[in-house]
């Protein structure tokens, strides 16, 4: 993305460019600390013969200055540069993107667009999907509990019959893996947020894959984290650029899913898998695996952390997918050694975790229906894998991969068709989608759309779809007809 | 706290320091950089050559030095300098303190004492002191919940009903919010946690109270803070010192309670509240305050927030104290223009929130019976604070302040006694205790220690701590006489 700067070196003619251009000249005085924090600006007076502008042109860019934060305004006395920078904004950092492909805003439009709104673009089933009723059974079950369950903190690592029949199920993916190795968290993304935490140094270089869950491109910008990524096949990570990559920029972190690969629905190779454990080893790259598609699978897909035994692989996972996003309940599987510092860093920041979610989490759990839930969910997202494939083929909208399982369809549109255009002319329909470049740290899936085929059932998406690839289609002419 | 440094200019004697001598020198070369991460060490021969010691030394200080982390082993190739610097410790940042004065082991020998454990140093309440049957009542009510409440994310600010009854609370304590103004969380700490992330930069100074919650010091290290601390009176902060401090050290943010404070059960007068906004405002600081005790209160204390009008100060609370901690559920009330980006970080670091634990504080805070709760646990509260603080003083342990509600007792030991020791006793026999250093950066509270005074109940706890101020003593006489 190109961005426009100011034309600072023209002459400065019109008000508001005047306004900006006083602005602009305060900013760079604090930038390179000829004014320093603390210090007293021109007064207005000073300012206006400095810069050759009237009093109201410089009343005006301070009183801009004060409302960013940069300078304050002390009544009587004057105005000063402020001791401080601006609050951290996510936005801020790293490219300024587009809204419609920007992370954040994919996920605040589907998080606000309400249990009714339209969201194929979002990353999980619609609630009538979920097992709604062997949750109502398992609330049901809460409030035949003890007291301490329903008001006291949770212990600092959670509930241990959750903890050790998730290490279970770990098991029959072939991880071993003992309870005492497993924290419990409030969601998959915050356990990868702790892991961030305990591993990462601010300007610390991570490796994720190209296209990859966008959320932890902002994730790692919350942790000031310098983010490379490697482009994503239909095996897993192009090994090559990898290899490269890792020799390169030594990451300290890769973070990728196992299982189910979003937004692409890959699943990687047993043979990549080696390769990465290899390369990880011989540069000492901690990798972070995230599972939290593993209940739609059919036939499960190698693990890193099976190969490797949970010494430098750290696996994590959640329900928010298969069982409910509204009972927050995630968890952390690593080395032993680890553990008492991942601890050390959940009481810092969250203290007990939610007692009441992890005990609700394990009744569903441990409800033979769950499993009955799952065959029968996993039956119905195959039938929305092949219907809603062909529906979007008869628009020209061509799956990159066939996934054999999960909820999500990577698609290229047609026509070299821009995604952010189409989501563009979606959104003003109320239907929230999910255009390629906000899963894209290098910003080259223009093209490319990801799909959740159960958000997909209503019956007014794919016309309103049609239409936006028409627009699109125009915007492509009228842009190559002006050049 | 002195440390005590290995003797490293002496000759190398016995084969304990001989190893650690070789780990300190390959230590000190990577430090300096004259061995690179990646480089080879020098072989076993060649070291034990180079530093005049056995090859099995050599070795053993090798294995050493990769079970830190600090190098890798690779069969066959030899030892090499790791890549990466060793995971973040919160317990390596700051000064290493005695475990009994540790806030982490305070607060991870609290929550792992479980449900029937005594622990009259923990923050919170006993189980059966908590609205038992609201709750109950509550998730009943839940059962009959659409879907969504069970299933789906929360909307990205969280449940608008509880923000309105939020706001409603806040006017109640004098200040002016809108719903717009407020995010939930899942705890309180963790709505800390969210602005530290939004306000801070490493290495930023942060303000706190001492004595303080310990928490704020392990979570200000966790955001590699530099934390300076003044002294609490009965009214709130020495004022002179505050002054001082504020001037020289430029903190970014100060942290601290309002209403109740913890642990001292302080209460700011107007006058402090109004000498610390003129500080905050002169010098650029930002104030976080933190309400948690709120429901605990007889007559409202000022709040900073109702005389700034969540300008420059943060609002924050939770539930966890008065209605469960076990359903997690904190907020934070600020300047609107900082909402979206709170908001950002937010879905980033937790995606939605906890929506059935939003539904369920709801639910209990709109039922009439939680007012008559608060009523009686007050009442029963103030019982408890009277006849505590007669068992403590025939003790000779003296409150350094009656407080007027709240859960704490801040107290003096008698005889020069250290906390520290008492508290070692006490654990020894099953009860946890708060000794004053882990509340104090300056670690001035040495003979200071809190007291639950809900968690006092249990018969056994006085004779104990009879004994472990006997014991203490002998401890005092002891090194005494050894002087």
Request: glycine residues 6%; aromatic residues 8%.
């Amino acid at each position: 993305m190109v961005q426009r700067s100011v034309q600072m070196d023209q002459p400065v003619e019109n008000p508001a460019t005047r306004v900006a251009a006083v602005m602009s000249a305060i900013r760079n005085r604090i930038a390179n600390r000829t004014l320093t924090p603390g210090a007293r600006l021109p007064s207005v007076r000073q300012a206006a013969t400095l810069f050759k502008v009237s009093t109201s042109t410089v009343v005006t860019a301070y009183e801009r200055l004060v409302a960013e934060g940069a300078v304050l305004s002390r009544p009587g006395s004057g105005f000063y540069v402020a001791n401080q920078a601006a609050p951290f904004t996510l936005s801020e950092v790293g490219p300024r993107l587009d809204r419609a492909v920007d992370p954040f805003w994919v996920s605040r439009q589907s998080l606000e667009a309400g249990d009714s709104g339209l969201k194929p673009g979002c990353g999980w089933l619609p609630p009538s999907w979920l097992p709604e009723d062997a949750i109502r059974r398992a609330i049901r079950q809460l409030t035949r509990s003890e007291a301490p369950v329903l008001v006291a903190y949770a212990s600092p690592l959670g509930l241990p019959q959750l903890r050790q029949l998730i290490a279970r199920r770990m098991a029959d993916r072939g991880i071993e893996v003992s309870p005492e190795q497993i924290m419990l968290t409030e969601s998959g993304i915050q356990a990868i947020d702790f892991l961030c935490r305990f591993l990462l140094e601010p300007g610390d270089t991570v490796l994720v894959d190209d296209p990859c869950y966008f959320n932890f491109h902002a994730l790692l910008r919350a942790h000031r984290a310098n983010i490379v990524s490697v482009p994503y096949t239909p095996t897993g990570p192009d090994m090559e650029r990898f290899a490269t990559v890792v020799a390169e920029q030594r990451p300290r972190l890769y973070i990728t899913n196992c299982g189910i690969h979003n937004p692409t629905g890959a699943v990687l190779s047993p043979v990549a898998a080696h390769r990465i454990l290899k390369l990880a080893e011989q540069h000492d790259m901690i990798i972070i695996e995230d599972d939290i598609f593993a209940d739609f699978e059919h036939v499960p897909a190698p693990r890193l952390a099976a190969f490797d035994g949970l010494d430098r692989v750290v696996h994590i996972g959640s329900f928010s997918k298969t069982l409910s996003a509204s009972v927050r309940c995630g968890f952390i599987a690593a080395r032993p050694d680890w553990l008492d510092g991942l601890t050390d860093l959940k009481i810092a920041t969250s203290f007990g975790g939610g007692r009441l979610a992890t005990e609700l989490v394990w009744t569903v759990l441990s409800d033979g229906s769950y499993r009955k839930h799952l065959d029968s969910l996993k039956v119905r997202l195959s039938q929305a894998m092949i219907t809603v494939a062909g529906q979007l083929r008869s628009l020209g909208i061509v799956p990159w991969f066939e996934p054999q399982a999960g909820i999500f369809l990577w698609c290229q549109l047609p026509d070299g068709i821009d995604a952010a255009d189409v989501a563009r002319f979606a959104l003003d329909r109320g239907i929230v989608l999910a255009p390629g470049n906000a899963f894209s740290l290098s910003q080259s899936a223009t093209q490319m759309m990801r799909f959740n085929v159960s958000q997909m059932q209503d019956q007014t998406i794919l016309p309103v779809l049609k239409q936006a690839l028409d627009h699109a289609r125009q915007l492509n002419r009228a842009s190559s007809q002006a050049k």
